[in-house]
């Protein structure tokens, strides 16, 4: 385990060269605002937020990121974008809804990123980002952990994931699961938490007891750090010790970052509406003025950064009329990508091989996954129980941790949120997720994130982040189960668009649906009636079937 603690970043000088860079790209970033502001009979028709006042941290973050990282950001992250390299064009292509939007194809609003691109770093698809971001940035750094600890990340770089928040999102209780998690399998994530002290018309008085920092000491294991995020040089500084301190010990780190809030909440709930006095005091703390401070004592004079600040509009204002020339989304095209293609369509194997023996649910569905483990390295399985020590309450993973190890069979903490939506996370890293809930009873917690994360990332997306993930659920009523252990909800789950639901009713369905599922590209939900499991209740004799099913789709 990394060691822990906590620490306040000061300025120090850094390069004048980069300054330049990032004194360009703040200018850039402010320029883009005023236009929108300018053109808000347009703008205003798309929701968006800026980075304003915000320029300092996400800049120090966007040009340290490397193509090996992974980011979850969140919807005022604009200037971190810049500083990866993202162009003003791209990002007004988003926010105009254009057919060439990089991210989403015009299906989502401005500062909703998803990146696949050689030479960046890899941004899965991003929901409303409001805390819910936390937990598939968490199941990447878990994902990376597992694939380093197998030996299948191939590649002598030490890639991390950075988890964008602001600090109102902290208190969110899926924020809290990521934490525990992080800190519980010391995991490789940047947390980035900006603070302007404000949520929309709250202040952060109002929303919390303490502010992020402060409620991150309470999980044993992070490494904590501060810093004035309008400070463009402390925050360089910052960033760069975050980024090498999980890169050393492979273990989480948070950096508070306080912030001025200089542009609207949003488009649609703006500053002089109930800012007050309040715009003053933020506007004495403008990233830009330190900025310019710093660049003045390097050296760079006042005509040099006036003639910068020229190229920065000549650049946004040209972008700007290239993007309203764009061809809109197609809305013939709105249908496409709800799910990824699929290469097993068909049933294939033997119900009736000759001398074989009959076998119940539960053993069906164990010899599935055991034969996915044994075929898959990249397959993990994991939930509540299913550990070595127990294999399962139903016994459905009996002996597979004692097989396989604990890298990847294990239990978690009682986190359904996390269990579902850590799926995301690793699919996008290349590993192939199994987890479980334990009942379908207690899956509630994590149905934000199966339809706010998964069900959209491939829609969302245009079908670059599909995400693989097999979700089991003992379903229905069973001996002794009562009121909150005997609950059916497929009809809940069937109103969700983007994910499959898969139903068995006798061992040879279970066994050859389980394996079909598990090599689907979409997240598939598998409900086991655990009524049927040992099929000893009456009337469920025939869902004892011969154990011989073999879909094509097994190797």
Not at 36 to 52: K, L, N, P
Not at 352 to 369: C, F, G, N, W
């Amino acid at each position: 385990m990394a060691p822990s603690g906590t620490k306040n970043v000061q300025s120090d000088s850094i390069d004048v060269n980069l300054l330049v860079k990032a004194y360009r790209l703040m200018k850039t970033a402010e320029r883009m605002a005023r236009l929108y502001d300018e053109q808000r009979d347009i703008c205003a028709r798309y929701v968006h937020s800026t980075s304003r006042g915000h320029e300092a941290i996400q800049l120090a973050v966007g040009l340290q990121l490397t193509a090996q990282d992974y980011a979850s950001l969140y919807y005022r992250d604009e200037s971190i974008l810049l500083g990866m390299g993202l162009q003003p064009y791209e990002l007004m292509l988003q926010l105009l809804a254009k057919d060439h939007d990089p991210f989403t194809g015009g299906r989502s609003y401005y500062g909703h990123p998803a990146l696949k691109r050689e030479g960046f770093p890899v941004i899965p698809h991003q929901s409303s980002a409001t805390g819910m971001q936390a937990i598939p940035a968490t199941g990447m750094a878990h994902g990376i952990a597992y694939l380093e600890t197998a030996g299948l990340l191939h590649s002598n770089k030490k890639p991390l994931v950075l988890c964008s928040l602001g600090d109102g999102s902290v208190t969110e209780g899926e924020v809290a699961e990521a934490f525990q998690m992080a800190v519980l399998k010391s995991l490789p994530v940047f947390y980035l938490v900006q603070d302007n002290g404000w949520g929309i018309s709250a202040t952060g008085n109002e929303m919390r007891a303490m502010n992020a920092f402060e409620y991150a000491a309470g999980f044993k294991g992070m490494h904590r750090m501060q810093v004035d995020g309008s400070d463009f040089v402390a925050s360089y500084k910052a960033v760069e010790e975050a980024i090498a301190y999980v890169r050393k010990h492979r273990a989480p780190v948070l950096l508070h970052a306080t912030c001025p809030l200089l542009g609207h909440h949003t488009s649609g709930v703006r500053k002089e509406w109930y800012r007050g006095d309040d715009l003053v005091v933020h506007s004495q703390r403008d990233p830009l003025y330190l900025l310019e401070a710093s660049l003045l004592k390097s050296g760079v004079s006042k005509k040099e950064m006036q003639a910068i600040a020229v190229e920065a509009e000549t650049l946004v204002l040209s972008d700007f009329e290239k993007a309203l020339a764009a061809s809109d989304a197609d809305p013939d095209d709105f249908n496409s990508h709800e799910f990824a293609p699929t290469s097993i369509t068909e049933e294939a194997g033997e119900r009736t091989p000759a001398k074989a023996e009959k076998v119940t649910m539960v053993d069906a569905a164990l010899h599935a996954i055991d034969e996915i483990l044994k075929n898959e390295r990249t397959a993990i399985f994991y939930g509540q129980d299913v550990g070595g020590r127990l294999g399962g309450v139903f016994r459905e993973a009996a002996t597979l941790a004692q097989k396989y190890g604990d890298d990847r069979v294990f239990n978690t903490p009682i986190q359904e949120a996390y269990i579902i939506g850590s799926t995301a996370g690793m699919a996008a890293v290349g590993v192939k997720p199994i987890v479980e809930i334990q009942f379908a009873d207690y899956i509630w917690p994590g149905l934000n994130q199966l339809v706010e994360e998964l069900s959209k990332s491939c829609y969302l997306s245009k079908g670059k982040f599909p995400i693989q993930a097999l979700i089991r659920v003992p379903i229905g009523a069973y001996g002794g189960g009562g009121p909150y252990h005997s609950g059916s909800i497929e009809s809940t789950l069937l109103t969700i668009r983007g994910i499959k639901v898969v139903y068995p009713s006798n061992a040879a369905d279970m066994k050859g649906l389980m394996k079909a599922a598990f090599h689907d590209p979409n997240p598939v939900i598998m409900l086991e009636h655990k009524g049927l499991y040992w099929s000893k209740v009456a009337g469920t004799a025939e869902a004892k079937l011969l154990n011989r099913m073999k879909p094509t789709c097994c190797h």
